[in-house]
Each structure stands twice: as structure tokens, then as C-alpha cells.
């Protein structure tokens, strides 16, 4: 089939490259210009597991093609996806200005029949504002005399479909081949049912064995993106406040977890107490619902609490450090392993690290930094986050190796659990670090182990 992809981020590209993958001709609009020149000369902007050899395989063989020209895009796709972002607005709702723009411009060039599939993450209601402005344009098209009757006869038809994604960062080739669920929202009347056969093709393979899509009428299909983002975020938040009680009472969140977890109400996933929740989604989906409620005059009392602990629990590592150490760290050095929000991905949105970065130099400490894959993103998330204060950042050192991180430092923090921090030589460690001292943000090691190997260990919930 032939599709166009606008929006080539984290979204676009795995949808456009996995699409293309199984057979589709995937073409994938941006306007970033340097975006679209490091794809077309054979690179990636992103860091995803297995995706730059999906993309490298399918541009080689001419089914997946990336351009910054809007008018050929329209032309290309029957089905069009609005892959843009959303992100929050000066209020915390939904920024929906990339996305009204990319209807605008489908409703100024098409020509034929097309189907609109909101990808993007967008409040009850867009798949209307996305109609509304693709209708205009295309009113603004006829002569001024037609423009309101004609429409509905001459112009060229279309419908707007909800199909939210549900993949995670550093996993997402993995859940968009394999999803557990394929949600589309789509009309009953007009020129739904064309959509929906259409759709019934494309998702085709994804569903040979069994089943997945949930069809539903569009404004439950909207809904359902921020009702998943928002349940799991609050999975997280009150784990993050148990552990913080069990840091009290002398519990281990860890125990606990299996404990509940064992549930199969509750289930075993999303249950992981650490330094809070980040990334370009969780954040910005919570507090989008939240406005959406309160649009209503309806308050969500839960998400706000689920906010609040959050923004917290990504001081938690920060108010252990001073805890240990006094609240002036001047003359002090930490090792930081971690900057990425989450382990397989250089995408620092919202990473805790930066909460943690900007405590630490901002009580006089030296920090040195390692990362796997974020090290180039992190130099440029931080110079701007730190664009007031510039003469911190003479303390931050990014070292190449993990190793190299520890040198001489007052102890270790970690942030991200990325695989190469699980089982280090801690004998390798102890000598490194000035002092044996680890204050882990993800639990990734056993503190009775730690102690009997001659570790101050701090972990989340883990006083036992
Ligand atoms: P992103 O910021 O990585 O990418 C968005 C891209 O859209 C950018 O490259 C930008 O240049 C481009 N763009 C903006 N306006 C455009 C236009 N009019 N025409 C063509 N291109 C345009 O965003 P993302 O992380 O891929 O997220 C996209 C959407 O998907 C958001 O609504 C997000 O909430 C949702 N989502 C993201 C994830 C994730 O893991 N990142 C997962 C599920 C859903
Ligand atoms: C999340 C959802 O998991 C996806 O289903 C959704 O499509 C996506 O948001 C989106 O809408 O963009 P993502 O943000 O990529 O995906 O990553 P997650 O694995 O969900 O992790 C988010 C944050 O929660 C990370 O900072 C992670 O460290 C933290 N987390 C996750 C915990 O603190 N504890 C856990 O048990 C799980």
C-alpha cells in the first residue's frame, strides 16, 4: 500500500521503517531539513535498537524514501499518518499546533480520496479539529460561490482515523512488529467504512495469529492513549511513595514488589520503585489529561498527586547524597553512571539525571558523567540547561568509560539501568572510587550483597 508518514521523530521513522518492512512503498515526510539529509545520506537521528537496519535495508530497495517536499507527500499516501509532536504547552495541555499544520497542508494538496490516522498523541476531540482544518482548506480551494455547498460533492473525500501508539523507547521496533494491541478509532457513518477496510488491510499481518485490533469510535480511541500513559504512570509514583515508606519502616520495596506482584490483579510490570518517571511521553500525558479534566470543570485528583511524587521522587537521590554528605558539596566528586531517561535510548527528555545534575553542581560538587549511547545528547541538553549558570558545567567531566567515571569520586550515583552498570567488577569499582559509597536510583543490586562486600550502599525503599 502506498503511505506517507509525516513527522519522522522516534514515532514516524519506526512506523515508517516497520510499514516499509513488511512490504508497504512508505513515504516519510519532515521539515527538519537536517533530519532528512542525515536520512537520506544513509544515517539515523536516533538511537533505537535494530532500526537503522530496517531504514538502511528499505531506502536501499526504494520502499521507504524521506523528503522535506509537502505537496509530493500528500500525492504519495492514500493513508496518511500525523506522526508530529506533542508536546506540552505553556498550561500542560497538548501543543496541537504541528498537528493542525499537517492537516492544513494534506487539506491544501490532496486531490484524491485519503485516510488521515492520527498517530500522534492528542486530547478527545483532535480527530474533529483535524477534520475541521483539512475541511477548510479545501472549502478555501473552490470558488468563494461553492465553497460551503459544493464541498461535500466536488471536493475530494476523506476520513480521520485515531490510531494511537503505544511502543516504548529503546524497545520500539520490537513492540511495533509485535504490539499486544492495535487501537484505531474510527467513524461508523460517512466515510468510515471505507477507512476501515483500508485499515483492515494495512494491519493485516499484524494480526494472522490472532486478533489485536480494538476497533472503537474515535473519541474512545484518543482517550485510551492517556488512559494507559496515565495508569502506568501512577503504577510508578505510588511505588516510588511505598519505597519511600519503606525506606522508613525499614521494608524492601523489592520484596514488596514480588510480593504484590504475585497478584495476578496486579501483575508484575511497572512496578519498579526508582528516581522517577521521564521521557517525552509520561510527563507530558499526565499533565495533558489533567487539563483535559479541568476543561470539563472535572478535577483528576489522582494524576495530580501522581505528578507531584514524581517531581519528588527526582530529588530523592539528590536529598540521599546531602543526606550523607552535609548540603554543601563543595570540594566533593560524584561518579554518575546514567543520563538517558531509560536504558537503549540516547533520548534525555525529562531524565532524572538532569534533576540530579543540576543539585549536585549547584551545591558546589564535581560531577563526572557516563553514559553508553547519550553522551553527544546530553552535551547538548545540558549546555542548555545550564545556559544561565555556564561556569557549572566547568565541573561536569563526560568520560568515556564507566570506569574512568569513578576516579577518585566521593561515591557513585546511578541513574539508568543500562545493562553494562548491572554486574560491574566491584572489586574493580572499590578501587577506583575514593571511597566505597553507591547511591543507586534503580535498585540494581542487592544491598546485603553490597554490604558484605564492603559497600555503603543507598538504594530506593531498600532499608531493610
Ligand atoms: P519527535 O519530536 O521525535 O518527532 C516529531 C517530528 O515531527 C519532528 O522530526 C518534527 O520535525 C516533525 N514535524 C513537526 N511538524 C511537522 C509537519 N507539519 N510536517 C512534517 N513534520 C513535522 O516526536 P515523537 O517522540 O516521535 O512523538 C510524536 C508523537 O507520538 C507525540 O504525540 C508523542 O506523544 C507520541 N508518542 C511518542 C512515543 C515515543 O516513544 N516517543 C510513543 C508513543 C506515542
Ligand atoms: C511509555 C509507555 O511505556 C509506552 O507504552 C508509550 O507508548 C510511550 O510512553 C509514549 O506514549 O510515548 P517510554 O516513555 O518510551 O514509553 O518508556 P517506559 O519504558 O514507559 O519508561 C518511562 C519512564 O518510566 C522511564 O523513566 C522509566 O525509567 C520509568 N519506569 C518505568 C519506572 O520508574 N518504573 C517502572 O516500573 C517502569
Redesign the pocket.
Known sequence: MKITIIGTGYVGLVTGACLAELGNDVFCLDLDEKKVAVLNSGGIPIHEPGLAEIVSRNRAIGRLKFSTDIAASVAHGQIQFIAVGTPPDEDGSADLQYVLAAARNIGKYMTDFKVIVDKS?VPVGTADRVSGAIRTELAARLPPSQASDALADEAPQFSVVSNP??????AAVEDFMRPDRIVIGCDEGGNGPIARALMTQLYAPFNRNHERTYWMDVRSAEFT?YA??AM?AT??SF?NELANLADKVGADIEAVRHGIGSDPRIGHS???A?C???????PK?VQALERTARSYDQELLILRAVEQVNNNQKHVMGNKIVERFGADLSGKHFALWGLA??PNTDDMREA?SRVLLAELLGRGASVAVHDPVAMSEARRVLDLDFSKTPELLERLRFCDSQMDALQDADALAIVTEWKTYRSPDFNEVRTFLKAPVIFDGRNLYEPAVMNEIGFEYYGIGRSV
Open positions: 498523541t501508539e503505544f511502543l516504548k523507547e529503546g492513549k494507559a500513559n502506568l503504577r510508578i511505588m511497572f512496578l519498579y526508582g522517577g518517571y521521564g521521557g517525552s511521553c509520561f500525558d531517561f531509560k532524572s
